[in-house]
Nanobody, 124 residues
Framework: QVQPVESGGGLVQAGGSLNVSCVVSGRIFSNYAMGWFRQAPGKEREFVAAISWRGVNTKYADSVKGRFTISRDNAKNTVYLQMNNLNAEDTAVYYC?????????????????WGQGTQVTVSS
């Protein structure tokens, strides 16, 4: 399987914004939903957002709804997560994952391959 590769993490002040992206090489990218998960220190990995294969449907965790936006560019094999109004609780390693299906999902078992993650740190 081709592994997703995340980029764009970093350090940002509370209230700030950050955009992380994820590239999946190969022709399969546009055939599957994509998702973002995150894992904070001492906590389990949690769902953040997902987008369907054509980008028509999206789903968000309640904790990020209204602040985060997931999007994709199938021509570039890239999925994005725009994060606005960040707070300290958003500090985590953010993982990109390729779905097993075309439709959005919010559980880890519905995602087939995972990136190595990118660190997002929000200073208060």
């Amino acid at each position: 399987q081709v592994q997703p590769v995340e980029s764009g993490g970093g350090l940002v002040q509370a209230g700030g914004s950050l955009n992380v992206s994820c590239v999946v090489s190969g022709r399969i990218f546009s055939n599957y939903a994509m998702g973002w998960f995150r894992q904070a220190p001492g906590k389990e990995r949690e769902f953040v957002a997902a987008i369907s294969w054509r980008g028509v449907n999206t789903k968000y965790a309640d904790s990020v709804k209204g602040r985060f936006t997931i999007s994709r560019d199938n021509a570039k094999n890239t999925v994005y997560l725009q994060m606005n109004n960040l707070n300290a609780e958003d500090t985590a390693v953010y993982y990109c994952a390729r779905g097993r299906y075309t439709v959005v999902a919010d559980t880890a078992i519905d995602f087939a391959s995972w990136g190595q993650g990118t660190q997002v740190t929000v200073s208060s």
